[in-house]
């Protein structure tokens, strides 16, 4: 068999050979968030406006920018937290009358089909475990608070140690009807392109206060998926990225 057939999908979803979109078709535009798991309280963030790093050189943060995949045992401030969500897929403009969120990210034809999970291990003031990131009010939800969710997720990634050594794993979701919706077959790509401007947003906001990350796209798709209770294709994992503190001499 040809390895190079994924080349299949290209063929598949050029534009003359997919089908019309339900947008055109009339159909209703779905929510850009899903809904708020009953019965779990919001978890403040700091107001992401009232954080002041300092600034940073651009150039500088993408010429250091390396993969880290050993970290130390500190842990990540509640507001490093915050500005890390902010800058990956935090919301900067809300208009509910058209149905539309504009965000740190650019996002194909503004769709922006992605939810964020973290599997938090060290962070001031949150226990460890399983949260949600609740991006139109920028505040958390918890969803499992037990240390042995991170042991699952290092297994669903193939026993990545970085997985089980970070500060934090940030899960990146595809809603994929979000962006289906609109662009019917063409979606698949644009939710990878999507995926991408988000990782490295992270990649260059972590080099700026002095953490590092490392991209993670060896996973298995079943396990991942049924550790955080998705329903592929509706959703599904993405992509993912370890993050934590460089060493001071690293
Ligand atoms: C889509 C993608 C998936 C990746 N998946 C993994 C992974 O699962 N595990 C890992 O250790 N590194 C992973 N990486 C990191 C690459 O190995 C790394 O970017 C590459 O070796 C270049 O090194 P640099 O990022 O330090 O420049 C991934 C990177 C990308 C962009």
Same mark, same amino acid.
């Given at each position: ?52 790093? +300092? ?21 990540? *401030? ?7 969500? &902010? ?37 001031? +003031? ?45 899960? &990146? ?7 289906? &919706?609109?662009?019917?077959?063409? *979606? ?40 955080? +209770? ?11 990225? *370890?993050? +934590? ?6």
């Amino acid at each position: 068999m040809l390895k190079n057939n994924g080349y299949q999908f290209i063929e598949e979803t050029k534009y003359p050979n997919i089908s019309e979109s339900d947008q055109r078709q009339g159909e209703p535009q779905p929510p850009y968030e899903i809904p708020l798991e009953e019965g779990k309280p919001l978890i403040d963030l700091p107001d992401p406006q009232s954080i002041d790093f +300092g600034t940073y050189d651009l150039r500088k943060a993408i010429e250091i920018r390396r993969s880290l995949r050993r970290y130390p045992e500190d842990p990540l *401030s509640l507001e490093e937290l915050s500005y890390l969500l &902010w800058l990956t897929q935090g919301i900067k403009k809300e208009d509910e009358k058209r149905h539309v969120v504009w965000r740190t990210v650019p996002s194909a034809g503004c769709r922006h089909p992605f939810e964020t999970y973290l599997s938090i291990n060290r962070v001031d +003031g949150l226990e460890a475990g399983l949260y949600r990131y609740v991006a139109t009010q920028h505040k958390l939800v918890a969803l499992r608070l037990d240390e042995q969710f991170n042991e699952q997720l290092t297994e669903a990634c193939m026993g990545q140690r970085q997985i089980a050594t970070s500060a934090v794993n940030f899960i &990146w979701a595809a809603v994929t009807y979000r962006t289906i &919706w609109r662009y019917s077959e063409r *979606s698949y790509r644009y939710l990878y392109l999507d995926a991408g401007h988000v990782c490295q947003n992270l990649h260059l906001a972590a080099e700026s206060i002095n953490c590092g990350i490392c991209a993670i796209g060896a996973y298995h798709d079943d396990m991942a998926d049924e550790l955080l +209770g998705f329903n592929p294709p509706e959703m599904f994992v993405i992509y993912m990225a *370890s993050l +934590g503190r460089r060493e001071t001499n690293g």
